[in-house]
């Protein structure tokens, strides 16, 4: 865009700003100077190329450089490369009244017919020194009318030049591309649309404050032409806070876990009028400069106060935090292109946000392990537990009756445990000793099996695969085959993302091949889970057990009724459920 020395209006009966302001030579270009430096060097050492491309995203300046470009060739009084804007040339081509310069919306003007008519005019002569060719939007030309431009970019006339403009270079023909010089305009800064906004308010003298260019500014999203677009519709409405939605209640609502509030938000803002597209699309491009702040502030086009209060909240959130947001809003806004009521689709993602619990993926899995380890650590100890013995959590209560021959039983087991062996007496039993590594899936039982499982397999994956793995159960092996049983079809429908872990960890332990499969066991909920990683005491084994029917399960493990309270037992051992 135009220095403050040049600033001034630039065509006649015209008001707006980016028209107006409209830069005229290559010193007035702003936030491109890798295609300035190009460009004039290649006029002023007369190194033309006979055609450009010029690729970027819009409002950053392509169609105005080739305009720029055209006057420099045909200036009357050119300096370094840089065109005077005052002669004669440089005067008719910025009105658009110039022979020399022709310019071609692809867009609307894509068929073979319309490029056949432009190729064959470009033998005749002009009265300046070059002829150029301005196409916009040339990747929209269809197939028959690119290979009719093919044509003439590999032989054009000698005092001919073609500009081809485009926002997305990928859908011209290689054929094309290969036949010009490609350059590639970048978005603007935060800071220069600042000063570029600031300069035009001096030289327009506009009533502006701060608040209203930061507002042009963050709208702009780094074009320079939507920049200047907002700040006059800004000037034309006099209120700046109706062209933003305010985002700080929907921040509020995730960061406390409030789906009330998240609700209400978005249902206020619906009844000020704003789309749930746009809703979503705005609320997720500012969560994105949230996650840039955090990641590479560097990146990020957010500017003054704007900056500050998305640098805040994305601490606040955490990074995990912020990428689930942008994951979740992304779900969202595909889901919505084929939605009939499109603000349930954005309802129900804001719940999801709001409450980890409702989404089954894995980051909201690890996001509530993460949670309770923050839990942890901000909650003192438990004291030691009593040398008594306690119900675990989530365990059937036995009465009275039912504890006295199990504790009798301890007793005499301890009694025994307790007197001197004979020198001859056995080792332990062979099923503790760990199995050869030539050997590891051959006669290999389904208690042992659990137990290398939970001890030495589930260890080895990931902290997400850990919290799905610790909540199943090994149902069957037949030394092949694993079978694993979950308490429900949402968990089974997410281990596909743990297999590849799981599999690894497999064979590291077991050195052969298995194969895993899943079933549903709904009494998960209410059965016994595996027996613990960690060691229990130390029992004599009697040559013929005698089972009685009330405590036979006393040792064999915790019972769960729910990931959350096995979660709850493996950080907090010993502790005791209080109802």
Known sequence: MATPASLAASTDGVTSLYRRFRPGRFAELRGQDHVVRALQGAVARERISH?????????????????????????????????????????AITRGSSLDVTELDAASNNGVDDIREITAGAWHGTPGRWKIYIFDEVHQLSKPASAALLKTLEEPPPHVIFVLATTDPHKVLPTIRSRTQHLEFRLLGGDTLKT????????????????????????????????????DQLLATGAGDATQPDFDGLFRAILGEDAVGAISTLALLARDGWDPEQLAETFAAEVRQAFLLQVAPDVADAVDADRERLRDWGDSLG????????????????????????????????????????????????????????????????????????????????????????????????????????????????????????????????????????????????????????????????????????????????TDQIAQGLKGALDHEFRTPLSVHWVVDPTLHTTKSPAPSRPSRARSVDPAPDFDEGGADDDQGTIVSSVAEHLITEMFPGAEGIS
């Open 319 to 494: 990074l995990a935090r912020t990428v689930r947001i942008l994951e979740t809003m992304g779900r969202a806004l595909r889901e919505m292109k084929s939605a009939p009521v499109k603000i349930v689709v954005l309802e129900v993602a804001m719940v999801r946000l709001v409450k980890p619990e409702l989404d089954s993926s894995l980051d909201a899995l690890a996001e509530r392990v993460t949670k309770l380890e923050r839990l942890d650590r901000s909650v003192a100890p438990p004291p030691a537990p009593a040398a008594a013995l306690r119900r675990p959590i989530g365990a059937v209560t036995t009465s009275a009756a039912e504890e006295v021959p199990v504790a009798a039983d301890e007793e005499s087991t301890e009694t025994r445990a307790s007197a001197p062996e004979p020198a001859a007496s056995a080792p332990e039993p062979a099923a503790s000793a760990p199995v050869p590594s030539s050997v590891a899936g051959e006669g290999l039982g389904l208690e042992e099996m659990r137990r290398r499982f939970a001890e030495r397999v589930v260890p080895r994956t990931s902290r997400g695969a850990q919290l799905v793995l610790r909540a199943a159960h090994v149902v069957a092996f037949d030394g092949t085959r694993l079978t694993l049983a979950v308490a429900s079809e949402e968990i089974r429908l997410n």
């Open 51 to 91: 055609a450009y491309l010029f690729s970027g995203p819009r409002g950053t300046g392509k169609t105005t450089t080739a305009r720029i470009l055209a006057k420099a060739l045909n200036c009357e009084s050119p300096v370094d490369g840089d065109a005077c804007n005052q002669c004669a040339s440089c005067v």
């Open 196 to 231: 570029l906004l600031d300069d035009v308010r001096g030289a327009a003298g506009l009533a502006v404050d701060e608040a209203t260019i930061e507002t042009a500014v963050r709208l702009g999203r780094g074009s320079a032409r939507d920049a200047l677009s907002a700040l």
